[in-house]
């Protein structure tokens, strides 16, 4: 029923980084970019204050939250700025638990959702190695599950202790499963502004940041804000970006007759 990725969605990550230096690219860490701009000056590409660098690009595929994007973007091009700044997010807490599988009896299934007129504190539960075989075949004598913690407009929850939100935890499934094992390891994950809101209208709001971002040539912008948080809406966003941009290459290209150079200075799109 699922799809997933053998030692879980953190590798992907790591996978990309890997293939972006297999093909001779550069990845900057603890680096944030405190300007972009784009002017004749800069011989009608992009320059990006990245640190104490700064960077020259043909084109520039901003995946950033909607927070960063909008002060990026507020001088080069203040409506699609403005509308960035307008998305709401939601902060969560992930609050995994470890069980000897020999004290830890769980209901069939995957997992569970908490609607809000429930009044439970989690949100949902996810039992891990019921989900995901190579989480069961990797720890045999354990059983790993996860709890949510935070809706939209929840903030008092998630200023608690890691301690309080496991204890809260614990009692929420206890009620919903009858689970009083002890946890032989816990962990809490924080995600502050984590997951976009996407309201009435947002359709719309996207539309007009594209055609805002459409006015700059050799730019685009792809991520969760715009056309879903799960990871396959991510990778299509990521496409329509690069596909944006290959389309605005090329018609530099034509008009010039010349290569255009990437941001590491090789020719090519």
């Known amino acids: 029923m699922f799809m997933g990725i053998q030692g879980g969605v953190g590798t992907l990550p790591l996978a990309v980084a890997e293939a972006v230096r297999a093909r001779g690219g550069e990845i900057l860490t603890g680096t944030p970019v405190t300007e972009l701009s784009h002017s004749a000056a800069d011989g009608g590409g992009w320059r990006v204050v990245a640190g104490e660098r700064v960077l020259r690009a043909d084109a520039v595929v901003l995946a950033v ?22 998305v709401e997010y939601a902060s969560m807490a992930l609050v995994t638990f470890a069980y000897r599988r020999a004290e830890a009896g769980l209901p069939e299934g995957s997992g569970f959702l908490v609607p809000p007129v429930d009044g439970r504190t989690i949100k949902a539960s996810t039992f891990a190695s019921q989900k995901w075989g190579w989480i069961a075949d990797e720890h045999p004598d354990l059983v790993v599950l996860r709890t949510s913690v935070g809706r939209y407009g929840e903030t008092e929850i998630l200023q608690r202790d890691d301690s309080e939100l496991v204890a809260v935890s614990r009692h929420d ?4 499963t ?15 502004d984590g997951l976009p809101q996407y309201p009435v209208g947002h359709h719309a709001r996207v539309a007009r940041i594209r055609e805002h971002v459409a006015k700059l040539p050799g730019l ?15 990778i299509a966003s990521a496409y329509a970006a690069v ?20 941001l590491h200075g090789g020719a090519g799109e």
């Open 65 to 86: 939250p909607a927070a960063a994007a909008a002060r990026l973007l507020r001088t080069q091009s203040p409506g699609a700025a403005a509308e960035l700044g307008g």
């Open 173 to 176: 499934l206890e009620a919903a």
């Open 243 to 262: 596909d944006q941009i290959h389309g605005d290459l090329r018609g530099v290209q034509e008009l010039t007759a010349h290569p255009v150079q990437s």
């Open 220 to 234: 685009a912008v792809c991520g969760a804000q715009y056309d879903g948080v799960g990871i396959p809406a991510c």
């Open 178 to 192: 009858g689970l009083d094992a002890t946890p032989v390891a816990t962990r809490v994950t924080r995600w502050d």
